[in-house]
């Protein structure tokens, strides 16, 4: 991770080709939902994506959908993390009166990985019916996984992390978590 500030996030999507027989291929997008849940580690997401892309797509029906984020500093230095991983299951192409894309949909199982302490920050609101589920700005909230030991900054309540949902594009950058 750079050292300084972050001037901006990048997030792509690898569509892996070796079960295909050829090469992976990056996927600007324009956005993404994401959805990764305990007990069973499970992830499922859509991504849409420029649809010029088509035949690369059609290329790779086996592959695997990879999204990273990446971090540019103003130093010109960058790191990069992979959020979740999915097989690719559905390749939708849409068409409406200006515009084309691909809508890309994968399910898989999301890397089991060991709890750590997390504070929530950046909330945005608090889903009233059952007090369940905290929304907040994703960009104070990409380590979180699910399993994870939370502790909303504001109110100092905590709980465990059940589902994590995501949902990024059009400058928009929101997690949601629902507690166990």
Not at 44 to 50: A, G, I, N
Not at 95 to 123: D, Y
């Amino acid at each position: 991770m750079p050292t300084d500030s972050p001037v901006r996030h990048l997030y792509i999507l690898t569509l892996t080709g070796a079960p295909d027989g050829t090469t992976d291929v990056d996927i600007p997008i324009r956005s993404i939902n994401g959805r990764v849940w305990i007990p069973d580690y499970l992830s499922y997401m859509t991504v849409v994506c420029e649809f010029s892309y088509l035949a690369e797509i059609s290329d790779r029906i086996d592959g695997e959908l990879i999204i990273s984020r990446v971090i540019e500093s103003a130093t010109g230095g960058s790191s990069s993390t992979d959020m979740i991983r999915a097989n690719l299951e559905q390749i939708r192409e849409d068409e409406g009166v200006n515009s084309k894309s691909i809508t890309l949909t994968g399910r898989g199982q999301h890397p089991v990985t060991t709890p750590k302490a997390h504070t929530l920050v950046g909330v945005m609101s608090r889903y009233q019916a059952d007090s369940s589920r905290w929304t907040a700005y994703y960009n104070d909230n990409t380590a979180l996984s699910p399993g994870d030991n939370v502790t909303v900054d504001f109110s100092g309540e905590n709980f465990t992390a059940k589902e994590i949902r995501f949902r990024i594009g059009n400058n928009n950058e929101v997690i949601e978590v629902t507690k166990l």
